[in-house]
């Protein structure tokens, strides 16, 4: 019974090392090729430099602020209090310096920046981890990259101090809307007082068991022992009402001078922004565009991988020559015939 030889079509590696075998010089030519035209290609592009600059963002407010003003402009005591309110809810710079990030993608900063894309040449990345605010940005030079990063420091910084200001206008409003409120309560409270006084005696006798009886509801010993405690309640309100209304007064005083002078309320603002730089705007060392080396080594391994990728393509396509079939031991041969 005979039995038909199978043909053996598995690749073993002596078959791969023979196709790199044979086509070693097209796969050494085309890596080395590739790189070489990359790495002189490379050469002759322009080259592009960047700088970067490392911020550190903090708000405080400035106690001896008042330190800075003419002697017939000090703020009253307790300007720490009103500065406070004046600085309160401020915007996070993390989300001030993200939103000058978005910025970059659009027109708004085209004009300060003298770009018309700026996201293209500048960037700004603020690390919430770190608190870290990196400004950079792209130059033809090392001395134009680092004068395009001042730049958009200083734009940065203007930013800042713009959103800060419009926040602190909005409070100093807010604020001087509330002082005059308390203002006009104060003073409608003070007729009042003022028309109750009129129609009370301010002597009526003293009674010691009525200001033994008002001193145990928790009156002021004062007024339970006056002459006409009534009377006195009533100056005691009195008197009250005219410190509030000083008091009142005096913030729209302090309210009214701020927001007539733009440049305190910058000056406050820049005082409350710390920007502390890490990283001056330096020049560079080395470009970021081109890099000819790491090109060529990039090329040279894309041109290996094509290279060898086409030499076992082109041997799989070729026509394969006709093999001499062999005798398969399980063949039984016919029996020669001899002669009777």
């Not at 700088?51 to 000090?74: C, D, E, G, M, V």
């Amino acid at each position: 019974m005979e039995e038909t030889a199978q043909p053996q079509d598995e690749i073993s590696l002596r078959d791969l090392y023979l196709v790199l075998k044979r086509n070693a010089r097209i796969i050494l030519a085309v890596t080395l090729g590739a790189a070489l035209v990359t790495f002189a290609i490379s050469m002759i592009l322009p080259k592009t430099y960047r700088s970067q600059a490392n911020l550190s963002l903090s708000l405080t407010t400035p106690p001896l602020y008042s330190q800075q003003l003419p002697t017939n402009q000090q703020l009253p005591t307790n300007q720490q209090e009103r500065f406070s309110q004046i600085l309160a809810n401020l915007p996070s710079l993390s989300g001030l310096a993200g939103s000058f990030q978005d910025l970059l993608e659009t027109r708004e900063l085209a004009q300060s920046l003298g770009v018309a894309n700026p996201a293209s040449r500048y960037q700004a990345k603020f690390d919430d981890k770190t608190g870290i605010w990196r400004l950079s940005a792209k130059g033809s030079s090392p001395e134009e990259a680092r004068r395009a990063t001042e730049k958009l420091l200083a734009t940065a910084r203007d930013f800042l101090e713009s959103k800060l200001t419009q926040t602190v206008n909005s409070n100093l409003a807010a604020l001087l809307a509330q002082a005059r409120i308390d203002a006009e309560s104060a003073q409608i409270g003070l007729q009042e007082i003022k028309k109750a006084l009129a129609n009370t005696p301010p002597t009526v006798g003293a009674d010691a068991a009525l200001a033994s009886a008002l001193e145990s509801q928790g009156v002021n010993p004062l007024v339970a022992r006056a002459a006409s405690p009534a009377y006195a309640s009533l100056k005691l309100q009195e008197a009250n009402l005219r410190s509030q209304l000083a008091q009142a007064q005096a913030r729209i005083e302090t309210y009214s001078r701020l927001a007539r002078n733009p440049q305190e309320i910058r000056t406050l603002v820049g005082q409350a922004l710390q920007i502390q730089p890490l990283v001056a705007p330096s020049e560079p060392l080395r470009p970021v565009f081109p890099r000819p080396l790491l090109y060529a080594a990039i090329a040279a391994v894309l041109g290996l991988i094509l290279s060898v990728f086409w030499a076992f393509l082109a041997e799989a396509l070729a026509p394969r020559r006709p093999e001499p079939e062999a005798a398969s031991p399980h063949t039984i041969l016919p029996a020669k015939e001899t002669a009777h």
